[in-house]
C-alpha cells in the first residue's frame, strides 16, 4: 500500500515543484516584455487585443475567470485601463492581485511621466492624473519596464529568479543594439514633424528627437472636428508636413481626406505588438514603427 501510494504522491511533487506562475497583463506590449522575462516560467495572458483601443477594451466575463486564477496582475499605472479593469478586479475575488499586494505590479513605476495635469480638466478631453499613459513607445521604458518585472517576478517565484534575470539581461542587450540601429535610421530626419491622430507617440517623439504634437482630435479623446481638421491641414501647408500616423481602431479615412488636401500620405502604425506578422515581440514592434517611419520620411523628400 505505501508503495502504491508513492506512486501517485511523487508526481503530484513533481508538477508542485514546476508550477508556473500564472500572470495576467492588461495590454499586448506589457504582455510582450512579460514574455520576454518570464519565458516558460510563466503562464501568459493578455486582456486587451493588439488592434483594440486600450482605454475601451471589452471587458469579458472571462477576464473575470482569467485574473481569478491569476498569480500576478500587469497593468499600466497610468489609468489607461480605468474606465474597464476595476470592476473586472471586483469580480475577480483573488486577494493575490489587489492593490498594496506583490502581485498587483503597476508598470509606469521608474518611468518619468509625460503630460502630468498641473489640475484635472474634463474639458482639456481624456486627460490622466498619471500623466500620458502611452509609455511604452520609448524603448528606454521597455528597458525600465523589464527590471520592474523581471523584479515582480523574483519576488513571487524565487525559485526561477536565476532565469529571470538571464532574460532580462538577454533583453537589455538586444535592446541596446537595435536602439543603436534605431537612432542611426531616424538622425536624419531630427525634428521632423508628424500629424497623429491621437496624442499617443509623445514619448516616441521625445526619444528619437521628432515633432508628433499635431492630432488630428481636437482634445484627447474626442472625434475631429470640420473645424479643428481645417486649422491641422493650414499647418500641414505652412510647414510642409507630409505624414499623418493612424491607428488600426482609429477612422482613417479622415486621415486620408487630410491627407488628400496637403499632398500627404498616410502611415499604419500598430499600437501594440502583435498587430501583425512582422511585430510578434517589443523589440519588433519598434523595429517596425522606426522603419515605416524612416521609409516614409525618405519617400516623401
Known sequence: ?????????????????????????????????????????????????????????????????????AGVLLEGGAELEIGWLPPLLQGARNPKIQSGTPGYVLCNEGITMLEVPATLDRSKG???????????????????????????????DPKSCDVFKANLISFENRLDAKLSEWRKLLAPHKGKEVVTYHNYWIYFAKAFDLKMDLYLEPKPGIPPT?????????????????????????????????????????????????????????????DF?????AKSFEEKK
Not at 514603427?289 to 517611419?293: A, N, P, Q, T
Open 289 to 293: 514603427l522606426v522603419k515605416s517611419l
Open 126 to 156: 481624456d486627460v490622466h492624473a498619471s500623466g500620458n499613459p502611452h509609455f511604452m513607445s520609448d524603448p528606454a521604458n521597455g528597458k525600465i519596464v523589464a527590471k520592474h518585472i523581471a523584479s515582480a517576478f523574483c519576488q513571487l
Open 1 to 69: 500500500m505505501k508503495n502504491l501510494l508513492g506512486l501517485f504522491v511523487l508526481p503530484l511533487l513533481v508538477v508542485a515543484a514546476h508550477a508556473k506562475l500564472n500572470v495576467v497583463v492588461t495590454t499586448p506590449d506589457l504582455a510582450s516584455i512579460a514574455r520576454e522575462i518570464g519565458g516558460d516560467q510563466i503562464e501568459l495572458t493578455a486582456l486587451a487585443r493588439p488592434t483594440e483601443d486600450p482605454h475601451f477594451v471589452d471587458a469579458k466575463p472571462s477576464f473575470i475567470v482569467k485574473l481569478n486564477k
Open 226 to 286: 470640420p473645424a479643428h481638421l481645417a486649422e491641422v491641414i493650414a499647418k500641414m501647408r505652412s510647414d510642409n508636413i507630409k505624414l499623418i500616423v493612424v491607428q488600426p481602431y482609429q477612422n482613417r479615412k479622415t486621415a486620408e481626406t487630410v491627407a488628400s488636401h496637403t499632398g500627404g500620405a498616410v502611415l499604419d502604425w500598430p499600437s501594440f505588438p502583435m498587430t501583425n506578422k512582422e511585430t510578434q515581440s517589443y523589440l519588433d514592434w519598434m
